[in-house]
C-alpha cells in the first residue's frame, strides 16, 4: 500500500529585528501598530496558516558599542499582541517565543493559560535560552545562569509549568448555584516543586485551559537541543536549507522520538524559509537578486563580517575582498544580544571557508555575504514554489514550513493569493480549518486529562 | 485646627460640584459580593472566556465610562487577606488581567483599561513593555494599576525571597509597618521604571532614513540606567513609545505609604471613604502628600471606591443584600462604603462627594451584570441630566478623557 499523501503545514512568522525585513521598500509597513500585526494575522487565517509565529528579544542589539540602527528595531511584547490577535483572528494558532532565563514558571504559565482560554485553544511557546548578562542587565537578577546552565534551566522551567498546568485536571469548575459548590476540589491547582532552579510552592490560580496547556516549539539545533525537542517538544524549528541536510535533521531528530516513548508525528519539523514570487522563475530569480543586495546593504555587510571576525571593520571596503586579518576567537565583544553569534563556534575556520568561497567564485565582500547569510529561500513561480514545498514535505525534509515575508505586513499576500490555492488545489493543504485548536491544526492528539492534581502530599517534580 | 491637609484642601483646586466628573467601573469575576456568581444572571462557568469580558466591557462602554479596572493576583483568591483559604463555595481561578484587557480591547472604541499588576516580584522591564503594548492594541487607552503581593504564598510561587508573614495582627505593628513600607518603596521604584522605560525611545525614533540605511536615529533612544534596592534595570525597552506617551497609573490607597505613593506616583488614586468629611480629608491629605512630593502642577486624580448594590428601589436593593449575605454565609463587608439603594440616591451621594473634592469614582459592582447594568441605564442617564458625566466620549485616548495632557519626554533635550 502506498504512502498516504502527507499534508502540508504553513505557518507565517511576523519578522521584525533582523535584516530579512526591507523596510525601505514603499510598500513596507510598521512594525509595531497593530494594524499591520492584525492584517498580516488575517491574511494568515485566509491562507487556512497552522499558526502565527513571533520571536522576542529582550534587550535591543548592540553592536561597537551603540544601538544597532540598520535593521528593524522596536517590537511589542509577546503575550500581549498575541491576545489582541485572539481578538481579530478565529482559527490561527499564535506562537509566541518566551524565555526560560528572564521570567519565572508561575507568571509565565499564568500568561500562556490565559492567552488558551482567551483563544479558545490556540496558544503555543517557542521556548528559548538566552543568558547573557548583557540582556539580564533588564532583569532583577542580571546575568545569574551561567551558558552551560541555560538548557538544564530550560527543560526544569518547561516541566515546571507542565506541572502547573497540569495542577488542575479540568473538571473542577463546576459552578453549581443551586448547591453554593463553585470549585469541586478544594485542592485544585495544588503544587510543589523542588529543585537546583526552582523551589516553589502554592496554589495555581488558572484553571485548565482547552489545549491543557500551550503547544510546544524548540529551536535547538544542538545534540542537547535536538534531545530536548524530541523529549519535550511538539514542534521544532531547523535551520536546515538544503534537502538533504533537512532530510538528515529530519531522519536524526524523529529517530529519538522512540526513546521517549513517542510516534513520529507528534513531533513536527518546520524549517523558517523566505520566498519570492514572481510570474516566471526566471522574474523571481531577479526579483531575489534585488531582494538581497536590499537586505545586505553594504554598510550591513561590513557588520556581518565584523560579527563573525569579532572586530571593528568600520573602516573595511565592502566592495574589496575579505578581511586578511584572523577573526578574534573568544566572548565575542563586538556584537551584543544576537543569538545568531553562537553558531560560530569556530570563527577562524569560517573565515577560512568564507574566504576560500570569495576568491573561487571573486565575489567582493558584499557578494560573499549575499550568498552565506541567505536563509532557506523558494524563489520562482507560484507553480514552482508550491512543487518545491511539496516535494520538500513529501521527501520528509520537513514537514512544513514556517514562512518569512521581506515586506510585512503585505508580504504575505503573494503567498496566500498564489500558492496556497495550488497545494489546496493537489490535495496536500487543508481548504478549510476542521479543528478550532491548534493542536487540531499540527495533527496533535488531544492531551489526557491528568490523572489527579499534585497535591503537597505527591512526590516532588525533578528535572530528570 | 490649620493643618497643611486643611490648607490644601482650602487652595487647591476643588471641582465645583456642579462639573463632570469621571466613572470607572471595577471588574472582578462574577462581581463583589462573595455569592454573586450564584444569580440567576450570572455567567460563573463562563469566567475563564474571552465572550464573558467582551460583554461587561461592551456594557461598560455603552454608559462612556471613562475605564474599567480588571482585579488580578498571583495567588488564588482568598476571604483572608494575608493568606490562602481552601473555600469552594467561591470563585477561585481568574485569567491575567494585562491579557483580558488586550484580548478585548481591538474590539472597543472608547473605553479605558487598566488592569492589575503585581509589583512584588514580577519584572518591570516585562510589565513595561506589556502595558506599553496594550497602548498599542487599545490605540492609547490603556493603564495599569499597580498593587503590592503582601501575602506570604505569592512569594512561595517565585521561591526567590523569604518575607515575613503578614497578619491582621502584625501588620500594624513596627515590624509589619516596616515591611508594607518596603513593599511600596519597591512599588515607588518600579512605577520610576516603568515610567522611564516609557520615555525610553522619543516618540520620533524611528526615522526610516533611506540615504543612510538607519531605521532608527539611536540618538533617540536612551538607556535608563535605573539602580534601586530591588533592581537595576539599563533599558532601552524593546517597545517603542506608546500612544499615549504614559499609560495611566493607578493604586488603591488606605492611607499612609500608600497615600505617598499614589501622591508621588499615580496619575489616578482609589480611596475608600465612608462619608464626604472623609473623602475631604483623604483628597487634602493627597493634596498635601503631592505638593511635597513636587508634583503640584500635575493633575492626580482621586477617585472614590464604593461598593454597590443598586435596584429599582431601595427596598429591592436591601433585599437583594440580605440574600446574598445569606447565600454566602456571612454580611459582606468592605474596606469601601457599601451603598445600597437606587441609581438616583446614588446619584446624589457621588455629587455630594465630587463637592466635596473627589474627581471621580469606581464603583465595584456588587454583581455582575445587574450592578453594571443599573450604573449604565440607571445611574449614567440621571448623571447625564444632572450634567454631570458625559454623553458620549470626547477624546480618543484614556489621557484625554481623564483631562491629561500627553507628556513631554524626560529625555528630550528641549
Redesign the interface.
Known amino acids: 500500500m502506498s504512502k498516504p499523501v502527507k499534508q502540508i503545514h504553513l505557518a507565517a512568522h511576523f519578522p521584525g529585528v533582523n535584516n530579512t525585513t526591507v ?2 521598500d514603499p510598500a513596507a509597513g510598521s512594525h ?3 494594524s499591520s500585526f ?1 492584517q498580516f494575522a488575517q491574511t494568515a487565517e485566509r491562507g487556512k496558516f497552522d499558526f502565527l509565529f513571533l520571536a522576542e ?4 542589539r548592540e553592536q561597537n558599542g ?2 544597532y ?9 509577546t ?3 498575541l ?2 490577535l ?3 483572528t478565529e482559527r490561527l494558532g499564535l506562537t509566541g517565543t518566551i524565555n526560560s532565563t ?3 514558571p ?2 509565565v504559565a ?2 500562556f ?3 488558551d ?4 485553544g490556540r496558544a503555543a511557546w517557542n521556548v528559548v535560552t538566552s543568558w547573557d548578562a548583557f540582556t539580564g ?4 537578577r ?1 546575568g545569574f545562569l551561567a551558558e552551560d546552565q541555560r538548557y538544564e534551566r530550560a527543560k526544569t522551567f518547561l516541566q515546571t509549568a507542565q506541572e502547573l498546568f497540569d495542577s488542575w485536571r479540568g473538571d473542577e ?1 463546576v ?1 453549581n ?1 443551586a448547591t ?10 495544588a503544587f510543589v516543586h523542588k529543585d537546583a532552579h ?6 495555581f ?3 485548565r ?1 482547552p489545549q491543557g496547556r500551550p503547544v510546544i516549539f524548540q529551536a535547538g539545533d544542538s545534540d542537547q537541543g535536538r534531545d530536548f525537542a524530541a523529549s519535550a517538544a511538539d514542534a521544532i524549528f531547523s535551520r536546515h536549507s538544503t534537502l538533504e541536510a533537512g532530510q538528515a535533521f529530519y531522519a536524526d531528530v524523529k529517530g529519538r522520538l522512540a526513546r521517549y516513548g513517542r510516534l513520529r508525528d507528534e513531533l513536527l519539523i518546520l524549517p523558517a524559509a523566505t520566498f519570492i514570487i514572481g510570474d516566471t522563475d526566471a522574474e523571481a530569480a531577479e526579483i531575489a537578486h534585488e531582494v538581497r543586495l536590499a537586505q545586505v ?1 553594504p ?2 555587510a561590513i557588520k556581518f563580517v565584523e560579527q563573525l571576525w569579532n572586530r571593528d571593520l568600520s573602516d573595511h571596503n565592502p566592495d574589496g575582498p575579505l578581511p586578511t586579518v584572523d577573526p578574534l576567537v573568544g566572548e565575542n565583544t563586538i556584537s551584543r544580544g544576537r543569538a545568531s553569534v553562537r553558531m560560530y563556534r569556530d570563527p577562524i575556520a569560517i573565515a577560512n571557508d568564507w574566504r576560500a568561497k570569495a576568491e573561487t567564485e571573486n565575489l567582493s565582500t558584499r557578494e560573499l555575504i549575499v550568498e552565506v547569510t541567505g536563509r532557506q529561500s523558494f524563489i520562482g513561480s507560484p507553480q514552482t514554489v508550491a512543487q518545491t514545498i511539496n516535494d520538500f514535505v513529501q521527501a520528509d525534509a520537513s514537514d512544513g514550513f514556517i514562512l518569512v515575508p521581506h515586506i510585512t505586513p503585505g508580504g504575505l499576500d503573494p503567498f496566500v493569493d498564489q500558492v496556497v490555492p495550488l497545494l489546496q488545489e493537489r490535495g496536500v493543504f487543508r481548504a478549510d480549518y476542521r479543528g478550532t485548536t491548534l493542536r487540531e491544526h499540527l495533527g496533535l492528539a488531544p492531551l489526557p486529562a491528568p490523572r489527579r492534581s499534585a497535591g503537597p502530599d505527591a512526590s516532588t517534580g525533578v528535572a530528570s | 485646627m490649620v493643618t497643611v491637609a486643611s490648607i490644601t484642601k482650602a487652595v487647591l483646586l476643588m471641582p465645583d460640584s456642579l462639573s463632570p466628573f469621571h466613572l470607572a467601573v471595577a471588574l472582578d469575576g462574577a462581581g463583589w459580593h462573595p455569592a454573586a456568581w450564584r444569580e440567576t444572571d450570572a455567567r460563573p462557568a463562563e469566567l475563564f472566556g474571552a465572550g464573558y469580558w467582551a460583554d461587561l466591557v461592551a456594557e461598560a462602554e455603552r454608559g462612556s465610562l471613562d475605564f474599567v479596572t480588571i482585579e488580578d493576583s498571583l495567588t488564588m483568591q482568598s476571604d483572608d487577606p494575608f493568606g490562602p483559604d481552601d473555600r469552594i463555595d467561591r470563585v477561585r481561578g481568574r485569567l491575567d488581567a494585562v491579557l483580558i484587557a488586550a484580548r478585548i480591547a481591538p474590539r472597543t472604541r472608547g473605553i479605558g483599561f487598566v488592569p492589575t499588576v503585581t509589583v512584588t516580584h514580577t519584572e518591570p522591564f516585562h510589565v513595561s513593555k506589556s502595558i506599553a503594548t496594550l497602548d498599542y492594541v487599545s490605540t492609547g487607552r490603556a493603564g495599569v494599576r499597580v498593587q503590592i503581593a503582601a501575602r506570604h504564598d505569592v512569594a512561595a510561587h517565585f521561591g526567590r525571597r523569604a518575607l515575613p508573614r503578614l497578619s491582621v495582627e502584625t501588620i500594624n505593628d513596627p515590624v509589619g509597618q516596616q515591611q508594607l513600607g518596603e513593599y511600596f518603596a519597591e512599588a515607588t521604584d518600579y512605577v520610576e521604571v516603568l515610567r522611564r522605560l516609557w520615555d525610553s525611545w522619543e516618540d520620533d525614533a524611528e526615522i526610516r532614513d533611506v540615504a543612510t540605511g538607519r531605521f532608527i536615529d539611536r540618538h533617540k533612544v536612551h538607556y535608563i540606567d535605573f539602580e534601586g534596592r530591588w533592581f537595576s534595570v539599563k533599558g532601552p525597552s524593546i517597545t517603542p513609545r506608546p500612544p499615549q506617551g504614559q499609560p495611566i497609573v493607578a493604586a488603591l490607597g488606605h492611607g499612609g505609604v500608600s497615600y505617598e505613593l499614589i501622591a508621588g506616583s499615580a496619575d489616578v488614586g482609589f480611596v475608600t471613604p465612608h462619608d464626604a468629611a472623609q473623602a475631604a480629608d483623604m483628597v487634602g491629605e493627597i493634596g498635601a502628600l503631592q505638593w511635597a512630593a513636587g508634583r503640584s502642577r500635575e493633575t492626580v486624580h482621586v477617585f472614590g471606591d464604593l461598593v454597590v448594590f443598586l435596584d429599582r428601589t431601595p427596598r429591592a436593593a436591601q433585599t437583594r443584600r440580605r440574600r446574598l449575605d445569606e447565600l454566602s454565609g456571612a454580611e459582606y463587608r468592605s474596606d469601601a462604603h457599601i451603598f445600597v439603594g437606587t441609581p438616583a440616591q446614588l446619584a446624589d451621594v457621588l455629587q455630594q462627594w465630587h463637592a466635596a473634592g473627589l474627581s471621580g469614582f469606581r464603583l465595584r459592582p456588587a454583581t455582575l451584570p445587574h450592578d453594571l447594568v443599573q450604573i449604565t441605564e440607571g445611574l449614567v442617564p440621571d448623571l447625564r441630566r444632572r450634567a454631570l458625566f458625559r454623553t458620549d466620549y470626547e477624546a480618543d485616548t484614556l489621557r484625554g478623557l481623564l483631562g491629561l495632557a500627553r507628556p513631554a519626554n524626560r529625555y528630550v533635550v528641549a
Not at chain 1, 540598520?70 to 511584547?77: A, E
Not at chain 1, 482560554?117 to 479558545?120: E, K, R, T, V
Open positions: 523596510w525601505s509595531i501598530e497593530f492584525a528579544g529582550l534587550r535591543l551603540q544601538i540602527d540598520l535593521d528593524v528595531v522596536g517590537r511589542p511584547d503575550f500581549t499582541v491576545a489582541a485572539a481578538a481579530v528572564f521570567n519565572e508561575y507568571e499564568r500568561q493559560a490565559s492567552l482560554h482567551l483563544s479558545g542587565e533588564n532583569f532583577r542580571g469548575v459552578a448555584k453554593g459548590v463553585f470549585l469541586s476540589d478544594a485542592k485544585a491547582g526552582f523551589d516553589i510552592h502554592g496554589r490560580n488558572v484553571p485551559s546593504s554598510q550591513t
